[in-house]
C-alpha cells in the first residue's frame, strides 16, 4: 500500500495477522498451508486493508454461494424471513429504510438493490408496494431472486454503464466491504443515481469489531476492506456525497454494523 485509498494518508500498521482460518468463516477450498492473511490499518482513519497470499478473484460470479450456501440458499431465506421480529437484523433494516423514505416523500420513487444476495430485504419491501429492481453478479442468487421469490433482477450489473434507468434510491447492504476500489463503485453508481437521490449504505463496523476480536464475521476472509466510522464519512464526502444519517449500532445478531444514508450532491 503506497497510500489509503479512503484518504490518502501515507502511513499504515500492522492491525492483525491469520496463519489460519477463524472459527466459522467459510471454507473457500483455501489449502491449509497456503491460508496467510493480514490487516493494515491507516493511521489517520483507521480503515483496515486486507492482504492476503491466495486470489479470489473469482468468488462472486457464482462461487460465493456455492461456498457459503451450497443447495441452501431458499431455505436460508425461509430461515431468516421467519425470524421473531426483535431476532431480525432485517425488521430493523426495514423499518429504518422505510421510516427514512417516508419522511422524504420516497416511498413511490423507483429503488434499485445492489447485492441482493438472498433476497430478504427487496422482498420484503416488495411486498410493502415498492417498485425495487436488483443487481446481483451471482448467477445461483440471481436464478433464486427471480425464480423463488419473483423479484425483478436487470440483467445488467454496476460496471454496464448503458443501464438506462435512473433511481431515486440504491441500497447496497454489506456490499462495499467486497468491493476492490470502493471509490470507483461509488462513481459508477452514481451515475445511476437520480439528481439529489439518496444512497443507503450499510457496512461492517470492524473498527468496533476488531477491538472485541480478530476472529469475528466482520473481518473474515472475503472482506476485502474493513470500515470505521470516520472512513465510511470520507469514502462517500471524496464521491460527492453528503451524509445524511450516519450510525453504528450492534445488530440482533450481534453484528458490528455501521449503516446510513448518502445523498447525492
Avoid at 489460519?20 to 492473511?37: A, L, V
Avoid at 472485541?212 to 464519512?233: A, D, M, P, Q
Amino acid at each position: 500500500m503506497i497510500k489509503c485509498q479512503i484518504c490518502d494518508y501515507k502511513k499504515f500498521s500492522l492491525k492483525f495477522h491469520y496463519n489460519k482460518k477463524p472459527h466459522r468463516e467459510t471454507n473457500f477450498n483455501i489449502k491449509k498451508k497456503n491460508y496467510e492473511r493480514f490487516y493494515i490499518e491507516c493511521k489517520n482513519c483507521s480503515h483496515l486493508y486486507s492482504l492476503m497470499s491466495f486470489n479470489l478473484d473469482d468468488l462472486y460470479n457464482k462461487n460465493y454461494s456455492k461456498f457459503t450456501y451450497g443447495k441452501k440458499i431458499f431455505s436460508t431465506f425461509i430461515k431468516i424471513k421467519n425470524l421473531p421480529k426483535l431476532k431480525s437484523d432485517n425488521y430493523f433494516r426495514i423499518k429504518r429504510f422505510i421510516n427514512f423514505c417516508d419522511k422524504n416523500r420516497l416511498k413511490n420513487k423507483k429503488f434499485l438493490d445492489i447485492g441482493s444476495g438472498t433476497g430478504i430485504f427487496p422482498y420484503e419491501l416488495n411486498k410493502k408496494n415498492i417498485d425495487i429492481r436488483c443487481i446481483e453478479k451471482d448467477l445461483n442468487f440471481r436464478k433464486h431472486l427471480r425464480e423463488n421469490l419473483s423479484l425483478k433482477v436487470i440483467k445488467d450489473d454496476y460496471n454496464n454503464q448503458k443501464l438506462k434507468s435512473k433511481f431515486n434510491v440504491i441500497s447496497i447492504n454489506k456490499v462495499l466491504e467486497h468491493i476492490e476500489k470502493p471509490n470507483d463503485f461509488l462513481q459508477k453508481i452514481s451515475n445511476f443515481l437520480c439528481k439529489g437521490g439518496y444512497i443507503y449504505f450499510e457496512v461492517p463496523d470492524a473498527e468496533l469489531a476488531s477491538k472485541k476480536n480478530k476472529n469475528r464475521e466482520e473481518l473474515f476472509v472475503e472482506h476485502i476492506h474493513g470500515f470505521s466510522k470516520k472512513s465510511t464519512k470520507l469514502l462517500f464526502k471524496s464521491n460527492h456525497f453528503s451524509i445524511v444519517i450516519i450510525k453504528s449500532i450492534i445488530e440482533p445478531s450481534g453484528k458490528y454494523t455501521i449503516y446510513g444514508f448518502a445523498k447525492k450532491t
